[in-house]
């Protein structure tokens, strides 16, 4: 409840100073937090991940790209259905609780397990929480913002994830730095860390009625239709997130690149993960204000130039630090460009009733994306080698940036 009176309080000042309500709520703030402490429990994990699957268990490139391609893809199975849900009861914080305990009980699990099935199946489990609970969430987020500050405020959100996604390879790092082939480890720690964010959520996040109390200050919803989501600006939105996605191949291929040429990346390989998010947290509300004032369509599709850039820096035949870290970098600005932006630009052109249904879908195209693309990259590695599969999707993502750009080009002038 003091959250959700502090929201009010800010925009009140605002109002009778006659200031547009520019500054993020503490809703947002605290759901980045949660996000955060989530981040740092997924993070660790993902960071050992090609370490751990190709070392550890002696697992060939096809089965982790099959197991990253499921960290990357399979929330896709439920996210509609999260929006859906969200939309449907107006029980938006309590749907985003059912899917952080899901990925904190997978935790659990994974302490005790071994194999490829074994492990993909928990991979799987802790990505289905992440899909019921990540359109209920920005739902949220929109609902606490104004048409002023979206773009801002995912972006702050934003920020607060990275620093656990930036954390948890950190932790990470040190654990294994401390206790060589301490995965389970990693594990306990993950745990601990996914049981506070869901604790905070439940406890200090408002529900039901603070997000009807946002969305009323926006217009009076509509009943929600799933008909509704064939509005042709989201259509288009979705298509060009979609062929995106594909060409986004996973970040732990990338660093499998950058290990196999670079002595500095092999033996920092765990802090390539800080990197990207370090990257991702400098960049992520600059980026966010950009896409307010220049247009988050433009910016989500150009942010994908970064990619292009990256996928360079790795197929480049020098390695060393400064390459490495200019990948890093890149790929930081990739993602702060195109994930909170998408989230608020979906959101924007859902319509009344479906905020969270509308950002479902265009999260759900993504996710299918990139489980095709990662499970493809990992085959076309097996196949060609990985400088050649490299520059095949870097050819493939140059092409598909103008003639996509094009295509969204009627969403430039949508504004929130």
């Not at 996210?79 to 899917?99: E, L, M, N, Q």
């Not at 008909?227 to 060409?247: E, F, S, Y």
């Not at 702060?336 to 608020?344: F, P, Q, R, S």
Request: net charge positive; glycine share 10%.
């Amino acid at each position: 409840m003091y959250i959700s009176l502090s929201d009010r309080r800010d925009r009140t000042r605002a109002s009778r100073r006659g200031e547009p309500a520019t500054r993020v709520s503490a809703t947002v703030i605290t759901l980045g937090i949660v996000s955060m402490l989530t981040d740092i429990s997924s993070e660790s994990v993902a960071s050992i991940l090609p370490l751990y699957i190709t070392g550890a268990l002696g697992l060939s490139t096809i089965a982790y790209g099959f197991i990253d391609g499921l960290y990357q893809g399979v929330s896709a199975i439920v996210r509609i259905g999260g929006g859906w849900a969200s939309d449907r009861t107006d029980h938006s914080k309590w749907v985003a609780f059912a899917g952080y305990a899901l990925s904190a009980g997978t935790k659990i699990v994974l302490l005790v397990v071994n194999g490829f099935a074994a492990v993909a199946t928990v991979i799987a489990l802790d990505r289905l929480g992440k899909g019921i609970r990540t359109a209920p969430r920005d739902a949220l987020i929109t609902a606490s913002s104004t048409t002023t500050n979206l773009g801002r405020s995912f972006g702050v959100h934003r920020m607060l994830d990275t620093i656990g996604a930036a954390v948890g390879p950190l932790l990470a790092f040190v654990i294994l730095f401390l206790i060589p082939q301490g995965y389970h480890v990693v594990f306990v720690a993950s745990l601990a860390f996914a049981l506070l964010g869901v604790a905070i959520l439940g406890l200090l996040v408002p529900g039901r009625r603070a997000a009807r109390e946002g969305r009323e200050r926006v217009a009076p919803r509509a009943p929600f239709r799933w008909r509704n989501l064939t509005d042709p600006r989201l259509r288009r939105l979705i298509l060009a997130a979609g062929v995106l996605a594909v060409l986004t191949v996973g970040d732990g291929f990338v660093y499998l690149v950058l290990q196999d040429r670079s002595p500095f990346a092999a033996q920092w390989f765990p802090l390539l993960y800080v990197g990207t998010n370090v990257a991702f947290f400098l960049f992520a509300v600059p980026l966010g204000r950009v896409a307010d004032r220049f247009g988050r369509a433009r910016v989500f599709v150009l942010g994908h130039v970064a990619l292009l850039a990256a996928y360079a820096c790795a197929a480049l035949p020098v390695g060393g630090a400064v390459v490495t870290v200019a990948c890093l970098a890149l790929l930081g600005a990739f993602y702060a460009a195109t994930d909170g932006v998408l989230a608020a630009l979906a959101g924007e052109l859902a319509p009344e009733g479906s905020t969270a249904s509308g950002i479902a879908a265009a999260q759900t195209v993504v996710a299918v994306g990139r489980l095709v693309g990662s499970t493809g990259f990992g085959v076309l590695w097996f196949a060609v080698g990985r400088e050649s599969a490299v520059l095949i999707v870097a050819a493939a993502l140059a092409v598909a940036i103008p003639v996509l750009f094009v295509l969204v080009r009627p969403l430039l002038r949508v504004q929130s």
